[in-house]
């Protein structure tokens, strides 16, 4: 059964909360203008490189705002598939890449490049959904996917030319992910060039966590009690396998054990469970 809301993702409600907080607050108190990083005359005019840490905070803009929330909760799906502590791990562990990395490309790489015409960062945790996008992209599986032609299939199978020359008799696949891309596909072309920057970090970053191209970022983890997790809990399906057998006692809430032979349990055959639910109801 597919849970909904925020159940087991404490992380993903904190980052859907904090986007529109951290947004209501810069607007507030009139500081979205310190958030994002304009290498002229920000860094090379002005000399404000604490522009380089500020910048990923919060996003300026109210539909921004809006498909960033949309975003982190679809993404909460990737929590609950990892757990709230490697959720958390993986989001700690990639921020200095996906903090740092836009910012020093964008002054040292791509502004040189393009003569000054990439100049602009806009704010926001762009790098990071992109990274927890491409985790999504590769761990979670569709449940199914439909095709959309522009005419129905006719009743007489068309010849090789007229599939070749006629645009009426292609047809498009989509999976049931299709629409968990769309608000951040807005984010990476809301801002053009810059957010499209931010994303294709947060992309490659992403990726390289997954693949192990990270030092020591893939196998570290936060202390259990950031996300409410107790001394020796092993969290994930080993701790769902042991809280399950915990619940399950003897095996007589579920049918399934029945009895112990020199000291091991039995499991019960199929029409064994069968015959001892009529058994019960006569």
């Known amino acids: 059964m ?4 925020f159940t087991n993702a404490p992380v993903s409600q904190f980052l859907v909360f904090g986007t529109v907080i951290g947004a209501l607050v810069a607007t507030i108190t009139d500081t979205r ?19 380089f840490v500020t910048w990923g905070w919060v996003f300026t803009n109210s539909t921004e705002v809006l498909f960033g929330v949309l975003a982190f909760y679809q993404l909460r799906v990737v929590e609950r598939l990892w757990g709230s502590r490697k959720f958390l791990s993986f989001l ?7 903090t740092l990395l836009p910012p020093i490309l964008l002054t040292f790489v791509l502004r040189p490049l393009t003569f000054g015409y990439i100049n602009y960062l806009p704010s926001g945790p762009t790098s990071i959904l992109f990274a927890l996008l491409a985790n999504y992209y590769a761990a979670v599986p569709y449940t199914y996917k439909y ?3 522009p005419s129905s299939p006719s009743s007489t199978a068309p010849t090789t030319a007229q599939q070749a020359t006629s645009i009426w008799s292609r047809s498009i696949t989509i999976t049931s992910k299709a629409a968990s891309y769309l608000p951040p596909f807005q984010l990476a072309l809301s801002q053009f060039p810059g957010s499209l920057l931010a994303a294709a970090v947060g992309w490659a970053v992403g990726t390289a966590y997954r693949r192990d191209l990270l030092p020591g970022a893939s196998g570290w983890r936060v202390p259990g009690w950031m996300v409410g997790q107790e001394e020796g809990d092993k969290g994930g399906f080993e701790g769902l396998r042991q809280r399950l057998e915990s619940e399950r006692g003897d095996g007589a809430s579920t ?4 009895g112990e032979t020199g000291g091991a349990r039995q499991r019960r055959t199929l029409g064994e469970m069968i015959g001892g639910q009529f058994g019960a109801r006569g």
């Not at 597919?2 to 809301?5: F, T, V």
């Not at 700690?92 to 996906?98: E, G, I, N, Q, S």
């Not at 049918?255 to 029945?258: E, K, R, V």
């Open 33 to 51: 203008y310190y958030l994002p990083v304009a290498v002229v005359p920000h860094i090379w005019g002005y000399g404000q490189l604490w522009r």
């Open 92 to 98: 700690v562990a990639t921020l200095p890449y996906t």
């Open 2 to 5: 597919i849970s909904s809301g």
């Open 255 to 258: 049918g399934i054990l029945a």
């Open 147 to 149: 095709r959309i032609a």
